[in-house]
């Protein structure tokens, strides 16, 4: 069993930036964010690789988010810069024991075995 715990959310006016953080109580494979608001399906945000290589992001984050890792600290990134309301949501950290493939970011929700609690991103206008 792997425990996920994030951190760094928080409130922003658009424009400005924000780096959240997952830490994970174990090995995992690959990792990935998630955001969900009030009412809606849990949206896939990013995905990365065990050795980091490989990521793939959401076409609405891709040009402003980065995901990141550091395995020797068990430690999951996400670099939100350029923030926006519409990017308003909970954000959480998922895991998955299954490596990294072509397709991965449409894996859903269900197919991650550990979540975390998520943390609020709000951004005012």
């Known amino acids: 069993q792997v425990q996920l715990t994030e951190s760094g959310g928080g409130l922003v006016q658009a424009g400005e930036s924000l780096r959240l953080s997952c830490s994970a109580s174990?090995?995992?494979?690959?990792m990935a964010w998630f955001r969900q608001t009030p009412g809606k399906e849990r949206e896939f945000v990013a995905v990365?690789?065990?050795?980091?290589?490989?990521?793939a992001l959401a076409d609405s984050v891709k040009d402003r988010f980065t995901i990141s890792r550091d395995n020797a600290k068990k430690l999951l990134y996400l670099q939100m810069n350029n923030l926006r309301p519409e990017d308003t949501a909970h954000y959480y950290c998922?895991?998955?024991?299954?490596?990294?493939?072509?397709?991965?970011?449409?894996?859903?929700?269900?197919?991650?075995?550990?979540w975390g609690e998520g943390t609020q991103v709000t951004v005012i206008s």
């Open positions: 990365i690789s065990y050795s980091g290589s490989y990521t």
């Open positions: 174990g090995r995992t494979n690959i």
């Open positions: 998922a895991a998955a024991p299954t490596p990294f493939h072509p397709g991965v970011e449409l894996k859903p929700p269900s197919e991650y075995a550990y």
